[in-house]
């Protein structure tokens, strides 16, 4: 299956991939609407997917649990583009390849994601690896000045980060106001920063993190 917004391309590409003789294009659509419809009936073992909308490709069948269907994605690209390989890498695509590099290479790329194998331009996987390394290494280093926190702490820092302020947490969590600013200090000192917002910040980060890490 091909997803590419771009109609023409999509159609010459899929007459290309059919003179294939181990290959069936079972359709070319524009968007992931349209593909996810597609999956709801259809056998796909692979799918070249621009990459604008690849992330919506793997992500949409695991959240709404609707198609039946998740093949392996190669994303077809315009250019390498270390930064949107890397956020591609961690929701599992199978292969990058860029549209002005020999059709053979894609056809490779294909044959391998159907065999469950992931394929990668060698210098674009070298910054990517390097990439997911040094966001994990950051991880782990908010991860551990923020476990130096006591549960309460985290817990004022939590509500902070949604909007409140210090008489709001005060009151939520049924504490005096000079309490709160008691394990504020603590919280500043015990994660080296020299403001509350500073503090709520690397704890937002230490989240979004584990989010895309994790």
């Known amino acids: 299956m091909l ?65 039946r269907c998740r093949p392996s994605v190669v994303v077809l690209a315009e250019s390498w583009s270390q930064e949107q390989a890397t956020a591609l890498v961690q929701v599992g695509i199978a292969g990058w390849v860029t549209r002005d590099q020999p059709i053979e290479l894609l056809l490779e790329t294909i044959r391998g994601a159907a065999r469950g194998e992931t394929r990668f331009p060698p210098t674009l996987l070298t910054r990517v690896l390097q990439e997911l390394t040094a966001t994990r290494q950051k ?14 702490e985290r817990e004022i820092l939590l509500l902070l980060g949604e909007g409140l302020d210090r008489s709001e947490v005060a ?26 917002l500073a503090a709520v910040a690397l704890a937002r980060a230490g989240s979004s993190q584990t989010a895309a890490v994790g």
């Open 3 to 67: 997803v590419d917004r771009s109609r023409i391309f999509a159609e010459a590409l899929a007459a290309r991939l059919s003179a294939e003789t181990d290959m069936s294009v079972v359709a070319a659509v524009l968007s992931v609407d349209e593909a996810s419809r597609l999956l709801d009936r259809a056998e796909v073992d692979v799918a070249v997917c621009d990459e604008s909308q690849a992330a919506d490709l793997i992500c949409r069948p695991i959240l709404t649990g609707r198609s």
């Open 139 to 152: 991880r782990l280093a908010v991860e551990d000045r923020l476990g130096t926190l006591t549960e309460r």
């Open 171 to 196: 009151a939520r969590l049924h504490l005096s106001q000079h309490t709160v600013r008691t394990h504020l200090q603590n919280i500043r000192t015990n994660l080296a920063v020299h403001s509350t």
